[in-house]
Structures are given as structure tokens and as C-alpha cells.
């Protein structure tokens, strides 16, 4: 009798252990998961701000092209978002309105190809889900080793943001173009 007892307390020993050890193989399966879900949301953030980069990178050359266009022509194409800097310790425009143009219509910036014709395809997946936009300010610039104010012409200055594949993304650059002489 005793042998029989021992047997069966040993069998529920074994269960216990089983498991133990069917939850920690779990939690092992769930921890590489949850790593490979974070992984791979990671790689889809990282595609997401270049496509934005990329059509920042695109709204700003299509703001260099009206530049060029505008210094050729005497024509402002970008009359909207071209302005003068403000004065004294005023904050530039670039800061001051609204660059994804959803807040004013987009009365201060122009969307790229509005002015240049260019085109760019918007949609899902691997497209930004809409046309990046741009700013173009004129500033009084000067030659190096030049004093400040010293008349030398105008620079421009290009602020463009770019959007992702999803609304959140959104990237902004610029630059600041002067014409040569």
C-alpha cells in the first residue's frame, strides 16, 4: 500500500512540473512576439518618415523651380506664401502660420505642382496620402564679410513639409536659395 501511494503522488509531481514548464515556454512565445511586433512597427515608422522626408525633399525643389521662375519672369507665381520678412524681433512666417494648410485653407502656403505643373501621385502604401506644401519667404541676404546691413539682394527662403502614407507623419525642411550673380 505504501508503494501504490507514493507512485501516485509522484504522478501529480510530474503534472506540476509539466506545467511549469508549458508556462514558461508561453511566456517565452509571447515575449518573442510582442519583440517582433514592436520590430516590425519600427520599420514601418522609419518607411513612413522617408516617404515624408522624400516629398518634403520634392515640395522643396518645386519651391526653388517658382524662385527661379519668379527672378526670370518678374512674375510671383507663389504670391500666396511669398512674403517679406517681418521686422525687428517678429517671429518669421514659417513659424507663425499654418504649413499643412488644413487650419487656413492653405492661404499662406502653395502645394507642390500648383505653380510648376509637376505632378505627384498620393494615395496608400508606399505614396505620401497627400501633395507636400511649401512656404517661400524673401529676406534680405548679404556677401560674406559684408556688413549685415549692407543692400546685397534677396535670398529666399523655402520651408516645406512632407507627408507620410499615415496623416501623423510629417516632415519639415528647409532651405534658403539665392540666386547667383
Known amino acids: 500500500m505504501r508503494g501504490l501511494s507514493s507512485a ?6 510530474t503534472l506540476l512540473v509539466a506545467m511549469l514548464i508549458l508556462v514558461a515556454v508561453m511566456l517565452v512565445g509571447a515575449s518573442a512576439a510582442r519583440m517582433a511586433l514592436q520590430g516590425e512597427q519600427a520599420a514601418r ?3 513612413d518618415r ?3 522626408f522624400q516629398a518634403a525633399e520634392d515640395a522643396l525643389m518645386d519651391g526653388e ?3 527661379i521662375r519668379m527672378a526670370t519672369d518678374g512674375t510671383a ?6 512674403g517679406a520678412r517681418p521686422a ?4 518669421p512666417a514659417w513659424q507663425t502660420v499654418d504649413l499643412s494648410g488644413a487650419e487656413d485653407g492653405g492661404s499662406h502656403t502653395a502645394q507642390f505642382g500648383d505653380y510648376s505643373g509637376a505632378s505627384m501621385q498620393t494615395g496608400s502604401g508606399f505614396l505620401p496620402f497627400r501633395r507636400p506644401r511649401y512656404l517661400i519667404e524673401r529676406m534680405p541676404c548679404h556677401q560674406p564679410g559684408e556688413e549685415v546691413g549692407a543692400p546685397g539682394g534677396f535670398c529666399y ?5 512632407g507627408f507620410g502614407a499615415r496623416p501623423e507623419t510629417e516632415v519639415v525642411l528647409q532651405s534658403v536659395y539665392r540666386q547667383a550673380e
Do not use: K
Open 8 to 13: 501516485r503522488r509522484q504522478r501529480g509531481v
Open 45 to 47: 515608422a522609419g518607411r
Open 50 to 52: 522617408q516617404i515624408a
Open 65 to 67: 523651380r517658382d524662385v
Open 77 to 82: 507665381p507663389v504670391s500666396a506664401g511669398l
Open 88 to 91: 525687428g524681433g517678429a517671429a
Open 157 to 161: 527662403r523655402v520651408t516645406a513639409i
